[in-house]
């Protein structure tokens, strides 16, 4: 492109008598401003900002503002690494219906208004990072319901509004690392209401000092192993260690990625430590948890274990996937705790089904178990297997009139090619049993070596193209015997071996 007015290049072209000159043919001026978006109809390229299509790049043009006017027609925006510190509700005058990706990055941005998504309602990719942000405000991004990828990493944000992140119901990542965040709301996605489809969300490098280990189980299985808490002050104890230790086990990348990055501080150690070097360590001396899953059905009544190996258990108690703790004997509701420490849960519904936790508290060590509970989505003895007998029922009558369809019409052929040795053929005679009262045709016994053949086929003469000469009948070999001069059935007899219908006598 020009580098002074790239989009341009059309105009200059047809004022100097170029492509779209005076001179040139009318289908190709036409097709040229047909497929120039950055025509008069579309609006001009603005100064010092590289358009393709329907891509603006202004990155790198030293900006202070948002160039005017945009393009109706953008979809892509980017404005990166410019002077851009403030983002007003009017930096897009006109709605921008095509616009699914802002790009606004490295601009000292340190203001958003709330309502400076109005006019971009279809967005899903947004860019915000490496600015000053410093919080983010109450319903900041609720315009933004297609969104699904938010970039806030790199900003100095230590205050999150519980309703930021309203009416995204779309989002599928959230990038929040190296700030200054000293408690995030993980209670906003427990129940999987705000945030139903948040496959990761990262908090690294900020300035959390304690988790909710209770809260983070209760999130789902597709968050919860995507969490990425790496660079963070933890203050150290067991069921953070049992937390990391587990991703570990199953090796997320979370864990696996970033394992030397993963601290936590002890109040008699000089230094962050590793998290996994806990294990056995004074004074905390911190085991790992074992797990187990069960499966269940709705409507069953099951009881979770806690066959804890510590000797001397002061104190133990449940946790729900809901973040709910179970500590008396009998407990409300459909979950109660036994006396032998196992919880026992009635009347199985799907919200059900998660991770349980049983945490046990021994005079030198703790120990957390965890078991994973599946509930199908069928009763044991209901109407699921009464579907399963109806149809395996059905399969095996449809299979039996197959195959008494193939007995019926779907004869085998009868080859004669099959046999090792020569064997004499029957003697003929005029009993019950003969070909010519027999259904089944009767076949000559076949040469070794030669190919199986038909009976039209050994009655083919040469020339014949394999149909059956009509009136013809088979040379036999010479025989010998009273019965030597018995002759073949002539083929349009009505007892011939072809007939239709046998007549016996």
């Known amino acids: 492109p020009c580098p002074q ?82 983002l007003r509700a009017d930096w897009a005058p006109g709605r921008l219906a095509h616009l699914h990706a802002l790009l606004l990055s490295h601009n000292g941005l340190s203001f958003v208004s709330t309502e400076a998504f109005t006019h971009v309602p279809h967005l899903r990719h947004l860019d915000l990072s490496s600015n000053r942000l410093r919080a983010l405000e109450e319903n900041l991004f609720s315009d933004l319901a297609e969104l699904e990828v938010l970039l806030l990493y790199n900003n100095e944000i230590s205050a999150v509004d519980r309703t930021a992140f309203d009416n995204l119901s779309r989002l599928r990542k959230l990038y929040l690392g190296q700030n200054r965040i000293a408690r995030f709301p993980l209670e906003l996605l427990r129940d999987g209401s705000r945030l139903p489809q948040l496959a990761l969300l990262d908090l690294s490098a900020n300035r959390l000092r304690s988790l909710p280990v209770g809260e983070l189980q209760a999130l789902p299985a597709w968050l919860r192993d995507r969490l990425y808490l790496h660079g963070n002050p933890l203050a150290c104890d067991c069921p953070l260690f049992q937390l990391v230790a587990r991703g570990r086990r199953r090796r997320l990348s979370a864990v696996m990625d970033f394992q030397e990055e993963l601290r936590c501080l002890l109040p008699t150690a000089p230094a962050p430590i590793g998290i996994l070097a806990l294990a056995g360590r004074q004074p905390l001396n911190c085991s790992e948890a074992r797990e187990a899953v069960l499966e269940a059905h709705l409507g069953d009544t099951v009881t979770l274990s806690c066959d804890t190996r510590l000797r001397g258990v002061r104190s133990r108690h449940w946790v729900t996937p809901g973040g709910e703790r179970v500590l008396e004997e009998g407990g409300n509701g459909s979950a109660a705790l036994l006396a032998n420490g196992s919880l026992q849960l009635r009347a199985l519904r799907p919200e059900d089904a998660g991770t349980y936790a049983c945490w046990v508290a021994g005079p030198l060590l703790n120990e957390t178990l965890y078991v994973e509970l599946l509930v199908h989505n069928f009763t044991l003895h209901g109407p699921h297997d009464t579907l399963n007998t109806a149809y395996t029922t059905l399969v095996g009558c449809i299979l039996s009139v197959v195959l008494v369809l193939i007995y019926l019409y779907l004869t085998p052929c009868r080859c004669c090619c099959c046999r090792g040795t020569d064997k004499p053929p029957a003697p003929r005679d005029d009993s019950i049993n003969s070909s010519v009262l027999s259904t089944t045709p009767n076949h000559a016994a076949g040469v070794p070596g030669e190919p199986c053949r038909s009976r039209s086929a050994s009655t083919t003469g040469p020339g014949q193209n394999g149909r059956f000469k009509v009136g013809g009948t088979p040379q036999l070999p010479p025989r010998h015997g009273p019965r ?18 046998p007549i016996v006598v």
């Not at 900002?49 to 030293?62: D, G, T």
Request: hydrophobic share 40%.
């Open 484 to 501: 030597a001069q018995r002759k073949v059935s002539d083929p349009d007899s009505v007892s011939s071996v072809f007939s239709d219908t």
């Open 5 to 86: 007015r790239p989009c341009d290049a059309v105009g200059q072209s047809a004022a100097m008598g170029g492509l779209g000159g005076p001179g040139a043919p009318l289908p190709l001026l036409l097709a040229l401003v047909l497929l120039a978006p950055w025509g008069s109809a579309g609006g001009s390229c603005p100064p010092r900002c590289v358009c393709a299509s329907n891509i603006l790049s202004c990155s790198q043009a030293v900006l202070s503002a948002v160039p005017a006017p945009l393009p109706r027609f953008t979809a892509v925006l980017d404005l990166s690494h410019n002077n851009v510190s403030r």
